[in-house]
C-alpha cells in the first residue's frame, strides 16, 4: 500500500525551553490521506449498486492531536528537527461510532501515533552583487 497524506496543522503557542529546544504542548488539525495499491480505487466495483456505501475506499479525512518538542539546528538546510506524540480518527470511524455510542467506546476510534518531524529552511535565491 502507497499513503499520500496532506496536512494541516495549527500551533497556538511554543514555548522555548532553552536556546535551541522548544516544546509545542497542543498542536491540532486534519488531514487527507489517499492510499493505492492491493486494487484500492477511488470507487466501488461495478457489482455493488451506485450509492450503496457513501464513502471512497481510498480515500480518509482525520482530525488529530499532538504534542511535540523540537530542537533547532543552525547552518543547515533542516531548521529544526522534532519529536511527537499524536490522537487521530477519522471521518469513517466518527461516522459509525455516531449511532452506536452505546456500544462502541471512544477509545474504540482513536489512534495513536509517534514519529520524527523535519522542517526545512526556506528557499531563498541568492542574489548576485554586482
Known amino acids: 500500500l502507497n499513503t499520500w497524506t496532506l496536512r494541516f496543522m495549527y500551533t497556538p503557542w511554543r514555548v522555548n525551553l532553552n536556546g535551541s529546544w522548544q516544546l509545542e504542548p497542543v498542536q491540532t488539525g486534519l488531514f487527507v490521506a489517499y492510499t493505492t495499491g492491493l486494487d484500492l480505487r477511488a470507487g466501488w466495483p461495478s457489482h455493488l449498486e451506485k450509492g450503496y456505501y457513501w464513502w471512497f475506499p481510498n480515500f480518509r479525512q482525520h482530525l488529530y492531536l499532538r504534542s511535540q518538542v523540537s530542537h533547532r539546528l543552525e547552518g543547515s538546510f533542516v531548521q529544526r ?21 452505546g456500544s462502541i467506546g471512544v477509545g474504540d476510534i482513536l489512534f495513536f501515533g509517534a514519529g520524527v518531524q523535519v522542517y526545512f529552511r526556506p528557499f531563498a535565491p541568492r542574489v548576485k552583487k554586482e
Do not use: M
Not at 477519522?90 to 461516522?95: E, G, I, R, S
Open 81 to 101: 528537527i522534532g519529536a511527537y506524540f499524536e490522537v487521530n480518527t477519522n471521518d469513517l470511524y466518527v461516522y459509525s461510532w455516531w449511532p452506536n455510542k
